[in-house]
């Protein structure tokens, strides 16, 4: 399965990362201040849409998968964590 490490800060997609190489489509519902070209409609909603290929980075992606699997013993304490707003 391909998997994909989404970076964000300050609410904005700073990079998209995958351990190969895998088309990225951003969908944006603030489409506040985007540009014409950037605009499209989904289901009858207006988003701004950014169209990009991810960064191939293996060894980063293992790490931060890595890493979020050490922080559930299983998936209980996932479901317990995300009712708790914890996640």
């Known amino acids: ?21 895998t088309e990225v489509l951003v969908l944006d519902l603030d489409t506040e201040g985007a540009d ?6 989904v289901s009858g909603q207006d988003m701004a849409a950014t169209h990009s290929e991810s960064v191939v980075h293996p060894s980063l992606v293992d790490e931060a998968f890595e890493a979020y699997g050490q922080c559930y013993d299983d998936d209980q304490d996932r479901e317990s964590y995300a009712a708790e707003g914890r996640i």
């Open 1 to 21: 399965m391909n998997r994909i490490v989404i970076v964000i800060e300050g609410g904005l997609v700073q990079s998209v990362m995958s351990d190969e190489k």
């Open 36 to 41: 014409a070209a950037e605009l499209i409609r």
